[in-house]
């Protein structure tokens, strides 16, 4: 199954799961090794391998055991600051994202009051 927007979240845990399970095995590991060279309980493993929701440092750990951090990596790239980016904020890397202030409309009738 390839992995799509369109498919529900469930369907693309289950698909993850295969696929971590799928790697152990091809690796000839059982799910007690991986769990024990993970640091996590087979359990653990269990559920993810069944398509249960999983922390992300259970992830990076089961990742990092089955080799598969540089898919990790490729999968989220680093950014990098643009250049226009840097020379607006002074050769800094922005932070945060502000939403600019969207200006009031002026009302029609508008005139200087008298007192």
């Known amino acids: 199954m390839k992995i ?3 498919e ?6 289950e698909e ?3 696929r971590l399970a799928r790697r152990r095995i091809a690796m000839r590991l059982s799910q007690a090794d991986l769990a024990e060279h993970a640091g996590v309980g087979k359990r653990t493993v269990e559920r ?16 990092r055991v089955l080799e598969l951090l540089p898919a990790l990596d490729a999968m989220v790239p680093a950014e990098s ?8 904020h002074g050769g800094k890397t922005p932070r945060r ?3 600019g202030k ?5 009302p029609d009738d508008w005139h200087w009051e008298s007192k």
């Open 4 to 6: 799509t927007d369109s």
């Open 8 to 13: 529900a979240d469930q369907a693309i845990l």
């Open 16 to 18: 993850l799961g295969e």
């Open 48 to 63: 993810i391998e069944a398509g249960e929701s999983a922390q992300a440092t259970t992830l990076v750990r089961l990742f």
């Open 81 to 88: 600051a643009r250049p226009m980016e840097l020379l607006r």
């Open 97 to 99: 994202v502000r939403k």
């Open 102 to 106: 969207t200006p009031e409309p002026e």
